[in-house]
């Protein structure tokens, strides 16, 4: 079992930054691999990265590749993605979630424990 709590949202302006912080309780964080999505009303979750266990691999969307980046302390049970260069089209709740089988890294069905969200603002 595994019990996710995202923080660190909030308001900011077009070419901000934010830091996005998830806390995870639970024996098996520092052995699966983590991703965050973001969702906007009436759409579908979208993949936005993920790292697997030990740090080593990420993936990015195209979205945000080369503005954000995922990284992770296992010793703090601790994911996080800073997020800079912010857009009005990155508004969105943010989710953390730990990976739980399937084949493929940016579909949400391969993660099986999710955070509540955290919301994101970008004003223009």
């Known amino acids: 079992q595994v019990q996710l709590v995202e923080s660190g949202g909030g308001l900011v302006q077009a070419g901000g930054s934010l830091r996005l912080s998830c806390a995870a309780s639970?024996?098996?964080?520092?052995?699966?691999?983590m991703g965050w999505f973001r969702q906007t009303p009436g759409k579908e979750r979208e993949f936005v990265a993920t790292?697997?266990?030990?740090?080593?691999?990420?993936y990015y969307a195209n979205s945000v590749k080369g503005r954000f980046t995922i990284s992770r302390d296992n010793a703090k049970n601790t994911v996080y993605l800073q997020m800079n260069s912010l857009k009005p089209e990155d508004t969105a709740t943010y989710y953390c979630?730990?990976?739980?089988?399937?084949?493929?890294?940016?579909?949400?069905?391969?993660?099986?424990?999710w955070g509540q969200g955290t919301q994101v603002t970008v004003s223009s």
């Open positions: 790292i697997n266990w030990s740090g080593s691999t990420t």
């Open positions: 639970g024996r098996t964080f520092s052995s699966r691999a």
């Open positions: 979630a730990a990976r739980t089988g399937g084949n493929n890294y940016d579909n949400h069905a391969s993660y099986g424990y």
